[in-house]
């Protein structure tokens, strides 16, 4: 598409988009008296209108029926995570008994890495993202650790090369390939949370699985942005936070992928607790844990209902949506913004102005990384206080990442405007 770095233009855009009407669906924070340009729903996820009423109508059953809420509520309360597989399925792209709900992103890396984390004295190493985030680069650690293994040998992490920003997928693959001997798992992010880099699950997948190794990602970043294959891909596991792309408000429930050939394998090694027994006879309270040979079976504790009901609401909306169309305007939306930070670029040089997110579609979301060399963070501090809300990542990253479901294309030349008039040495215009 040949874009324009006009107000009209992006009106048109925005008036062309199915998913347009969304953005009406959500609590949009105020700046003043004005709405914010907010570009951090990769970081918490907006309020959908209608989570308020979900979590009312909870709380006026629990008031109501006490605990006959747990069978008597409009939603009972036992088997409440029972209605999010068959939306989640087709969200995270897999089978819907492949799906929980449940916990939280590092407590499910956590139970996952229990199962698909066994290490050998000869298969011990795991191979990650350099600069994965950081709870993600304790959970291995400390997993590496448990197993009586030194992280330091045991943990590959692969990096840039020199005088780059994003890895390249060659070099995911050649180390991959290269420690097939002693590889026991291969653990990425399915989007690098600082650059917004997508990476190729499909092949690294494949490589590991080749290589005898199992696979893992974090889809905290990529979960409700891009669209996923996890079955088709063969991928052993995921886990995601539902905070971010997925809406569902500040702490928010988690949830967890395990392929269906490791479902009912009873062999694995699991931290059980009483959710995950089967459902038959969990109430018999007998000794011996017998698991739901689903993903259910990986549950610990019952579901945290508050919790259940914002993300109820906020799936809801990107089940009407549809992944595809999401993640078509999200690609969209990032490439727009692209276009107009290299206007920038062009125009203000002496400032330096780069893009660290890969240009290819294929190997971004909605999330675009900066950088501005000279006074980036005096320049980020002036969009903050007019109202932008972005990013900052020291020592120089701005990330923005403008959502599918609510920003607009309009906030995103607006955005462009802002930094050229200040720039520019001008105040912003209307
Ligand atoms: C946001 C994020 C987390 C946060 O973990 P919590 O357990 O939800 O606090 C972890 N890993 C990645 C990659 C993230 O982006």
Partial sequence: MNFENKRTFAQKLDEQNELKHFRSQFHIPKHGEKNSIYFTGNSLGLQPLKATDYVLREMEDWARLGGEGHTEARQPWIPYHEIFPGQLSRIIGCQPDEVVVMNSLTVNLHLLMVSFYAPTPQRYKIIMEHKAFPSDQYAVESQVKFHGFDPKDAVIEIKPRANEQTIRHEDILSAINENADSLSLVFFGGINYYTGQVFNMESITLAAHKAGALVGFDLAHAAGNIELHLHDWGVDFACWCTYKYLNSGPGGVGGAFINQRHISDTSLNRFAGWWGYKKETRFKMDAGFEPIPTAEGWQLSNAPVLSMAVHKAAIELMDEAGMKNLSAKGRLLSAYL???????????????????????????????????????????????????????????????????????FEEIWEFGEMINNILSGSTVTE
Avoid: M
């Fill in 338 to 408: 692209i276009f107009i930070l290299k206007e920038l670029a062009d125009k203000f040089r002496e400032h330096q102005i780069s893009i660290i997110t890969p240009e290819r579609e294929e190997e971004r979301g909605c999330q675009v990384s900066f950088i501005i060399k000279k006074e980036g963070k005096k320049i980020f501090e002036k969009l903050l206080e007019q109202g932008v809300s972005a990013g900052w990542r020291e020592p120089e990253v701005i990330r923005v990442a403008p959502v599918p479901l609510y920003n607009t």
